[in-house]
């Protein structure tokens, strides 16, 4: 099983980025994915969510309205679109899987290795 997260790098605030989580070995439309992050020194934290069929998504209240979650099950892939980036944002970003329900804890099947994404004020 891999889930393969890029799309990170370095935005200036104000700015956006647009991660992607390529998922392998994995029945991926069978699975609830989910976006979490770590902050330097802080402990990981929920950001978004979305169930195998994309029918219902979750947010972080951090995160409403900035960020949108999405997926491509014919592609394997799945997507977080952020918008209107701040300094606070910044942090590793993985991505999960969850066989039954949606990933809104840390308990999941499945993690990604983190894409790095830099918001410079």
């Known amino acids: 099983v891999q889930l393969q997260a890029s799309g990170g790098g370095l935005v200036q605030s104000g700015g956006s980025l647009r991660l992607s989580c390529a998922a392998s070995?994995?029945?991926?439309?069978?699975?609830?994915m989910g976006w979490f992050r770590q902050a330097p020194g802080k402990e990981r934290e929920f950001v978004a969510a979305?169930?195998?069929?994309?029918?219902?998504?979750y947010y972080a209240d951090s995160v409403k309205v900035r960020f949108t979650i999405s997926r491509d099950n014919a592609k394997n892939t799945l997507y977080l679109q952020m918008n209107s980036l701040k300094p606070e944002d910044t942090a590793v970003y993985y991505c999960t899987a969850r066989r039954f329900g949606v990933p809104v804890t840390s308990k999941n099947d499945y993690w990604g290795q983190g894409t790095l994404v830099t918001v410079s004020s």
């Open positions: 979305i169930t195998w069929d994309g029918d219902s998504v």
């Open positions: 070995g994995i029945p991926f439309s069978g699975y609830g």
